[in-house]
């Protein structure tokens, strides 16, 4: 999927995490900032990095303020970044089958 324009999805609630990502200059630039950074910084990483391979995303820029969100809220809160900023209609959004 080809970033179009900027975009957003979460908040800076507990449990919950912030994620903006805008369009990028032919490869992922990823700015991570977390409150259980020093025990699961590189789970968090991976699993934000492996939510943009799913879904064929090879240049964009992320900010993430993850404030100890679970997994799947991250591959959540990433994929419908990534929708939002692709102007996908809601016709048009494999939920569920695109991340795994």
């Known amino acids: 999927m080809e970033i179009k324009k900027p975009a957003a999805a979460g908040t800076l609630e507990s449990s919950d995490a ?3 990502i ?3 200059d032919g490869k992922i630039e990823l700015s991570l900032q977390s409150s259980v950074m020093n025990q699961y910084g590189r789970q968090i990483r991976a699993t934000i990095l492996e939510t943009l391979e799913r879904l064929d995303v090879t240049s964009a820029k992320l900010t993430v ?3 100890g969100a679970l997994d799947c809220t991250l591959k959540a809160r990433v994929e419908c970044a990534v929708f939002r900023s692709c102007d996908a209609s809601e016709a048009n959004i494999p939920w569920g089958g695109a991340v795994r």
Request: charged fraction near 35%; avoid cysteine.
């Open 18 to 20: 912030q994620v903006m």
């Open 65 to 67: 303020v993850d404030k």
């Open 22 to 24: 805008e369009p990028g």
